[in-house]
């Protein structure tokens, strides 16, 4: 199973601020299917960026989605007051999907 | 739009059953493969099992393989999920969801609003 393992654990910053948050992979993954997903407390998960670097229908530009490697990176250029959120890496392979075990952005 | 509605959460105790049910409306069910994900109170997400279009092919995570069983009703639009054996950590709130935007390769795009297990003696 791949292993998927989010940094930092709780990230606090302000809101105008730019955020890096980091997914790495315990092997191989493929860009096609790593997606990062943001979730808000009663909420169910939403779609941020799929193919590791390509936005959701509808999300704005201040979110941007890179990779390296077995390392990927979700980006947000300036914080909004809504960002602040929980986010979640998610990989699919050999018919089988994890997801990294989250960080929490939090307001500073 | 498209909607997805769970159902069939509760209360129960260690070993016992418990059916989960998904209702999709406002797309073509039978076209889709269908997930279910969950997350235990204050965790992170869980993958827990995949059904293809036309319940031909199934997959769990281990952690539930053998216990529950995912299958669909295309005539009915329904999703279910049949949880046996069930363990104290196996509660948690259990989406439904699938990738509808077929551009988005594996990622899901459309979620429930979720149903609370809680297993607990």
Redesign the interface.
């Known amino acids: 199973?791949i292993v998927l393992t989010q940094s930092p654990g709780t990230l606090s910053l302000s809101p105008g601020e730019r955020a890096t948050l980091s997914c790495r992979a315990s092997q191989s993954v493929s860009s096609?299917?790593l997606?990062w997903?943001q979730?808000k407390p009663g909420q169910?998960?939403?779609?941020l960026i799929?193919?590791a670097s390509r936005r959701?229908?509808g999300i704005a530009d201040r979110f941007s989605g890179s990779e390296s490697g077995t390392d990927f990176t979700l980006s947000i250029s300036r914080l909004e007051p809504e960002d602040f959120a929980v986010y979640?890496c998610?990989q699919?392979a050999n018919?089988?999907?994890?997801?990294?075990?989250?960080t929490k952005l939090e307001i500073k | 739009q498209v909607q997805l509605v769970e159902s069939g959460g509760g209360v129960v105790q260690p070993g016992r059953s418990l059916k989960l049910s998904c209702a999709a409306s406002r797309f073509t069910f039978s076209t889709y493969a269908m997930h279910w994900v969950r997350q235990a109170p204050g965790k992170g997400l869980e993958w827990v099992a995949v059904i293809s279009y036309d319940g031909s092919d199934k997959f769990y995570a281990d952690s539930v393989k053998g216990r529950f069983t995912i299958s669909r009703d295309n005539s009915n639009n329904m999703l279910s999920l049949q949880m046996n054996s069930l363990r104290l950590e196996d509660t948690a709130v259990y989406y439904c969801a699938l990738r509808f935007n077929t551009w988005l390769y594996n990622a899901f795009d459309i979620w429930g609003q979720g149903t609370m297990v809680t297993v607990s003696s």
């Open positions: 199973e096609t299917y997606a997903y979730q169910a998960p939403r779609l799929y193919g959701a229908t979640y998610q699919y018919a089988s999907y994890t997801f990294g075990q989250g």
